[in-house]
């Protein structure tokens, strides 16, 4: 199975400040095939079913706001965001959905 | 718009079986993967399996193999997980979700979300 960690566990971030989450898998995601990256991020806001932020590691979402980014490639990605607002109190996931089993980050907190 | 509608939430006790289920809004199903997560209390996200509703091919996580049965009814648009025995550690918030894309290739992110069914299993 390809293990898939984030940094930091939580993090907390002024209003109008950077966020940065790391997310690294024990494997490479890059197919050679399509040089995609088989790599997602998820958003999920307490209470709620998590949403889907980018996939192929840096595309984003229709409707996620552009303070949001993904990058990275192979086995080291990082979802950003540029400035933090209140409704992006949430815990981020990254997944891997390029080797069943697909498998997910354990979770970032950010909190203000 | 797509919508993805869970049964709702159970209270089971050990050793008791139990299938829950996930219905599309429209034929969303019949072309994409739909698969199933867990979410213990207080935890992360936990990928169970993909069915593709359309020839029921499955796929499960090892972790999950064995212990849950995914299956699909194309007919109605609804995807199912069952338990033929559940113990408490079954105890968690699941959720059915669908691919992003219509395609036979199972390698996708999960696109649409249902709401989650929280099955308590307790003495």
């Known amino acids: 199975d390809i293990v898939m960690t984030q940094s930091p566990d939580s993090l907390a971030v002024s209003l109008g400040e950077r966020a940065t989450i790391n997310c690294k898998s024990s494997q490479t995601v890059l197919s050679i095939s399509d040089n995609e990256n088989y790599l997602a991020w998820y958003q999920q806001r307490p209470g709620q079913p998590p949403k889907l932020l980018f996939y192929w590691a840096s595309t984003r979402e229709s409707g996620v706001p552009d303070r949001f980014s993904g990058s990275g490639s192979g086995t080291d990605f990082t979802l950003t965001i540029s400035s933090l607002q209140a409704e992006d109190v949430a815990v981020y996931y990254c997944?891997?959905?390029?080797?069943?089993?697909?498998?997910f980050g354990p979770g970032t907190k950010v909190d203000i | 718009e797509v919508h993805l509608v869970q049964s709702g939430a159970e209270v089971k006790k050990p050793g008791e079986s139990l299938k829950i289920s996930c219905k599309g809004s429209a034929d969303i199903f019949t072309n994409f993967w739909v698969g199933w997560v867990r979410q213990m209390p207080g935890k992360g996200l936990e990928w169970i399996g993909i069915i593709y509703p359309r020839d029921s091919d499955t796929r499960y996580s090892p972790s999950f193999q064995g212990r849950v049965a995914i299956s699909a009814d194309n007919s109605i648009n609804t995807a199912y997980m069952q338990w033929s025995s559940l113990t408490a550690s079954d105890t968690a918030v699941y959720y059915c979700a669908r691919h992003r894309r219509a395609a036979t290739n199972p390698s996708d992110a999960f696109h649409i979300w249902g709401q989650g069914t929280l099955v308590t299993v307790s003495p």
């Open positions: 997944h891997q959905y390029y080797s069943i089993p697909f498998t």
